[in-house]
């Protein structure tokens, strides 16, 4: 018996559910789960639920699927939380915590408490995908569930390039690959391709970023401005900041975008040994030890501020 029966037991109906802006391993692990259920547990009605998916993940079979609005009528046996890592970070499906019969919270933030029934959260897995991929019978994953969950582990490692990769994550992305999936196009399409704004905006950012407390920290913003300057919406930054952790000699890279005035959604990266998930979680956010958010409010320059003074502390 795999993980997975034994997690949902006798439910019957299953609804998945992922965090807000859904990224690459978010939709990955949940469609990856989906299509797994779909195919190998006929006797499960199971639904999926994520706040729009980009169409760089149009190649994930079945992502029409998705659900972007919960059903208030609805009562599941199980809500299923893949890479969220805590309850306000439920999209849509939220509402469905009060109401499920049992929560299996799946994850591999080092923030996430155990919100679930049951918890299954590995904070040293590269990605929730991981956690699910080893969750699922290895004989059951056909090549549309390992393209779904190669592209989840892709994401979060930083195409197997993060601290966060171990051999078990190569162990894994191998089998993986072993099941016929592009990995080449899967890489490039969802991960490394960019449009011409996204690339203009990461280079309006690299241009003007700076740098703080003798070279440890770098900031970069995108402004309201920006943003109807360039067309660009938030789903269009993805990546900026890790290109700013890339800059030499610095032990944390901060990116800052406008969700309205005075609303800026942070990104935390680290170098070495500062921990960002401290810095996030000081301001309600979370993550992992090497890459973590918060929403801070107030102009750029005051937000600017309170994260360098947390970020001095973590630095000492
Ligand atoms: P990103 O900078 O890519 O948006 O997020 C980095 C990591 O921090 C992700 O694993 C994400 O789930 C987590 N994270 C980002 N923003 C928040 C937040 O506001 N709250 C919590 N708990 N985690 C966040
Ligand atoms: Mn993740």
């Known amino acids: 018996m795999a993980k997975i029966d034994e997690l949902l037991g006798n439910a019957v109906t299953v609804a998945i559910a992922g965090h807000i802006s859904p990224d690459g391993d978010c939709v990955g692990s949940c469609m990856g789960m989906y299509l797994y259920l779909k195919k190998n547990r006929p006797d499960i009605q199971a639904d999926i639920y994520l706040e729009e998916v980009r169409d760089v993940f149009n190649y994930i079979a079945c992502v029409e699927e998705v659900k972007a609005q919960a059903d208030p009528e609805k009562v599941y046996d199980c809500l299923l939380v893949s890479d969220t890592s805590s309850p306000d970070r439920i999209g849509a499906a939220g509402k469905y915590l009060d109401t499920a019969r049992e929560v299996v919270c799946i994850d591999h933030h080092i923030t996430n408490e155990g919100f679930g029934g049951k918890n299954v959260i590995n904070a040293r897995a590269s990605s929730a995908s991981e956690v699910v991929c080893g969750l699922l019978d290895t004989e059951r994953i056909d090549k549309d569930m390992a393209t779904a969950l190669y592209t989840g582990i892709i994401h979060?490692?930083?195409?197997?390039?993060?601290?966060?990769?171990?051999?078990?994550?190569?162990?894994?992305?191998?089998?993986?690959?072993?099941?016929?999936?592009?990995?080449?196009?899967?890489?490039?399409?969802?991960?490394?391709?960019?449009?011409?704004?996204?690339?203009?905006?990461?280079?309006?950012?690299?241009?003007?970023?700076?740098?703080?407390?003798?070279?440890?920290?770098?900031?970069?913003?995108?402004?309201?401005?920006?943003?109807?300057?360039?067309?660009?919406?938030?789903?269009?930054?993805?990546?900026?900041?890790?290109?700013?952790?890339?800059?030499?000699?610095i032990k944390a890279a901060v990116f800052l975008y406008p969700l309205e005035k005075d609303v800026f959604k942070v990104s935390l990266r680290a170098n070495g040994n500062t921990d960002v998930s401290k810095v996030a979680s000081v301001f309600g956010g979370g993550g992992h030890i090497k890459a973590a958010g918060c929403t801070l409010y107030g102009s750029a320059k005051e937000v600017k501020e309170k994260l360098l003074e947390e970020l001095a502390k973590q630095m000492d």
């Open 156 to 249: 979060d490692s930083g195409v197997l390039q993060y601290s966060n990769t171990s051999p078990d994550t190569l162990r894994m992305a191998a089998m993986l690959i072993d099941k016929g999936i592009h990995f080449s196009e899967i890489i490039d399409r969802s991960f490394y391709e960019k449009t011409f704004a996204q690339n203009r905006i990461l280079g309006k950012v690299l241009e003007t970023a700076q740098m703080y407390l003798g070279g440890q920290v770098i900031v970069g913003a995108v402004y309201p401005e920006d943003v109807t300057y360039y067309g660009i919406d938030k789903k269009d930054t993805d990546g900026i900041v890790s290109q700013l952790r890339l800059t030499r000699g």
